[in-house]
């Protein structure tokens, strides 16, 4: 088996993950607004603009807005801020460790807004080598092209790469370039202590 010479991390739901005290009781919305697919039940969202709006941060807040509102949000406006704020991030306990795995790394993110905040709000930006974010290259997981770019970027052939993320659906579009591929699940980030160091020991990393 080709040996692994880079990884690439899926950014929320499995380095980072969106919480706060004040988001708690929206944890369901929630959930569903950073779903990498589908569009939340019961919310009157075009699928295919939905599909798009990790590409045009205009969109995003747009649609953002509006599934706000149909909830019943107090203040739309506000809510959407937080969701794109540093401070409402939290990195998972092995987050530091796993990116300081001493390979090249990527983080290949469905996202309308630039996540490096979250990063160096937390001293770890200086461990991703490379962001690939749909917004910046034009395309969303799972269509291989982002996986493609952040494999050129780091100089490494897609067999010698190893994707990790929370979704088969979007982060498993890397195997058909022929990345390696490792899920770990969206948990809360104390029920997810070392879930990155084991996938990475488990693929000969770290």
Known sequence: ?????????????????????????????????TAPVGVAEGLDIDPVQWERRDLDGDLHRE???????????EDPGDFYDRLCSPPYWQPYPD?????????????????????????ARHGVEGLVDEFVLSYEVGSVKPDPAVF???CERLGVEPAE???VGDSEEADGGAA???CRVAIVPPLETAERPDALLRVLREHGVA
């Open 1 to 33: 088996m080709t040996k692994i010479r880079a990884v690439l991390f899926d950014f929320s739901g499995t380095l980072f993950r969106l919480e706060h005290d004040s988001l708690v009781e929206h944890a369901d919305l929630l959930r569903a607004l």
């Open 148 to 150: 493609r770019v952040a």
């Open 161 to 163: 790469a190893l994707m």
């Open 176 to 178: 058909a370039i022929g």
């Open 63 to 73: 649609l953002h807005l509006k599934a706000l509102t149909a909830v019943g949000a």
């Open 95 to 119: 987050t530091a460790a796993a990116l300081g795995c001493g390979l090249p790394t990527a983080v290949v993110s469905n996202i309308a807004w630039d996540v490096r905040a979250v990063f």
